[in-house]
């Protein structure tokens, strides 16, 4: 599975971006995908993950309620829909794509995209 993502750019705090994974490969469907962002300096965080059946979603305390995670299997998409935008969200977004259920950890996901940049002003 490759990943490209995209979306990112410079918003200014309260406001929305939605971010874009395409995913190539025939087995997109099977994968549950995530989320993570990482700001300079500091570990690679788990943001939002969805199942591959259901959509079943799960996400990180911090953005719960302000981010939205949907999948296109169709497509072979996955998108982060991300309002009310902070400044700590700051950061590298990177899609990835998982075998494993519910995973929280980089370490559980198997393919990477190569990140967009999110900037959020005060």
């Known amino acids: 599975v490759q990943l490209q993502a995209c979306g990112g750019g410079l918003v200014q705090a309260g406001g929305s971006l939605r971010l874009s994974c395409a995913a190539s490969?025939?087995?997109?469907?099977?994968?549950?995908m995530g989320w993570f962002r990482q700001a300079p300096g500091k570990e690679r965080e788990f943001v939002a993950t969805?199942?591959?059946?259901?959509?079943?979603?799960y996400y990180a305390d911090s953005v719960k309620g302000r981010f939205t995670i949907s999948r296109d299997n169709a497509k072979n998409t996955v998108d982060l829909q991300m309002n009310t935008l902070k400044p700590e969200d700051t950061a590298v977004y990177y899609c990835a794509a998982s075998l494993r259920w519910k995973p929280t950890s980089p370490y559980e996901y198997d393919y990477w995209g190569q990140g967009t940049q999110v900037t959020v002003s005060s």
């Open positions: 969805i199942s591959w059946s259901r959509g079943d979603t």
């Open positions: 490969g025939r087995t997109f469907s099977s994968y549950v």
